[in-house]
T-cell receptor
């Protein structure tokens, strides 16, 4: 049963600390998405990769957030320095990257981040 | 710009009742995809269905059915004979064909409570 995995599942940190979230996409999927879920904004897209190349990070605060794919099996989302307003659940999703966006995005379990 | 509206913030029904969750979308594209995801109390996002804009046939999967009406830009979800395990937040989402907008645009979700 192929699934997207995310670590850590929960993270509590203090303001100003660096936070790194990791995602392992489903084997064979070449597109990876990062979403953030908050009560106020709901689910919003932060960044998007295809074949490890960043295609869209317009939803991400550039000054403190960075997203990378060091290899095809690992995507990372880093926040430095973290702020209380970054508290949210961060979801990673992966897809086959079919032409015309015909594929479905499958989501990981999320990382619940709390910044004190 | 595209938008998904789920006007029902919360619905509470008694087990075995039928319930319909509404979803209305806005997009300028003629080709697009619509999705429903389920978020149970455990927090993960579970894919339920994908429908493309050219296929207006209703779909049934067990107790779940979906009604897509392009004329009213709606993609409603009905659960027949609801069960307590159906309690969750349900999200409707839209994805365009491409052109840079490759992420999902989510509605705010409908919290469905099934009472025993």
């Amino acid at each position: 049963d192929a699934r997207v995995t995310q670590t850590p599942r929960d993270k509590v940190t203090e303001m100003g600390q660096e936070v790194t979230m990791r995602c392992q996409p489903i084997l064979g999927h070449n597109t990876v998405f990062w979403y953030r879920q908050t009560m106020k904004q709901g689910l919003e897209l932060l960044a998007y990769f295809r074949n490890r190349a960043p295609l869209d990070d317009s939803g991400m605060p550039k000054d403190r957030f960075s997203a990378e794919m060091p290899d095809a099996t690992l995507a990372t989302l880093k926040i430095q320095p973290s702020e209380p307003r970054d508290s949210a659940v961060y979801f990673c999703a992966s897809g086959l990257g079919l032409a015309g966006n015909r594929d479905t995005q499958y989501f990981g379990p999320g990382t619940r981040l709390t910044v004190l | 710009a595209q938008k998904v509206t789920q006007a029902q913030t919360e619905i509470s029904v008694v087990e075995k009742e039928d319930v319909t969750l509404d979803c209305v979308y806005e997009t300028r594209d003629t080709t697009y995809y619509l999705f429903w995801y389920k978020q149970p109390p455990s927090g993960e996002l579970v894919f339920l269905i994908r429908r493309n804009s050219f296929d207006e046939q209703n779909e049934i999967s067990g107790r779940y059915s979906w009604n897509f009406q392009k004329s009213t830009s709606s993609f409603n979800f009905t659960i027949t004979a609801s069960q307590v395990v159906d309690s969750a937040v349900y999200f409707c989402a839209l994805r365009n064909l491409g052109g840079g907008a490759d992420g999902l645009t989510f509605g705010k979700g409908t919290h469905l409570i099934i009472q025993p």
